[in-house]
């Protein structure tokens, strides 16, 4: 399965939304899509699992959506902590492929 | 706290090997599988494979098949991954994840990365 984002880079300013796409070249279940956020020199840090399940202590403004080939992690007003590259992962089937990434700068 | 210590960077020549550990704290150690990433120096992340550290079963990506091995000494709480006939295109960071929940696919915690430079 091959996982493409888009867009590759967004740029916003603080406070708008920001709406990222994670589309999968076959159906992918649910349960098995995820949401990673990563900053400079830093290991990603898991968002949202299962598609739309926050994982512990991530803010309420991170929201994910989606079934079979689309997929869309939504955060609803930018705060400045937020400008990082953000990938999903399927775990569906084997190879458990990451997508290219967005980059979410500031505008 | 779970916690995933890897560790130090490596500095090794082409056609060589790496072997990167991983030591799990916080939780036991053969109830979660162990997931391996790496992420070339400005680049995307790679998925290469994963350990289930309470039978020893693996899964490899294929680009990795038959040059990486994923092992584990339960004893210790400790993961490995060796990658053999390093290339340049091997320079990269490696982490170790484990996933959020039992039997739930999302790696929840990650290991803090260890650079592996390939040069002559």
């Known amino acids: 399965i091959v996982l493409t984002q888009s867009p590759g880079t967004l740029s916003l300013s603080p406070g708008e939304r920001a709406t990222l796409s994670c589309r999968a070249s076959?159906?992918?279940?649910?349960?098995?899509l995820a949401w990673y956020q990563q900053k400079p020199g830093q290991a990603p840090r898991l968002l949202i699992y299962?598609?739309?399940i926050r994982a512990t202590g991530i803010p309420d403004r991170f929201s994910g959506s989606g079934s079979g080939t689309d997929f869309t992690l939504t955060i609803s007003r930018l705060e400045p902590e937020d400008f990082a590259v953000y990938y999903c992962q399927q775990y569906d089937f084997s190879p458990f492929a990451f997508g290219p990434g967005t980059k979410v700068d500031i505008k | 706290q779970v916690h995933l210590v890897q560790s130090g960077a490596e500095v090794k020549k082409p056609g060589a090997s790496v072997k990167v550990s991983c030591k799990a704290s916080?939780?036991?150690?053969?109830?979660?599988?162990i997931q391996w990433v790496r992420q070339a120096p400005g680049q995307g992340l790679e998925w290469m494979g994963w350990l289930n550290p309470n039978t020893g079963g693996t899964s490899y990506a294929q680009k990795f098949q038959g040059r990486v091995s994923m092992t584990r000494d339960t004893s210790i709480s400790t993961a490995y991954m060796e990658l053999s006939r390093l290339t340049s295109d091997d320079t990269a960071v490696y982490f170790c994840?484990?996933?959020?929940?039992?039997?739930?696919?999302?790696?929840?915690?990650w290991g803090q990365g260890t650079l592996v430079t390939v040069s002559s």
């Open positions: 076959q159906s992918v279940s649910s349960t098995y």
């Open positions: 916080g939780y036991t150690f053969t109830d979660y599988y």
């Open positions: 994840t484990r996933d959020v929940l039992i039997a739930v696919p999302g790696s929840g915690f």
């Open positions: 299962g598609a739309s």
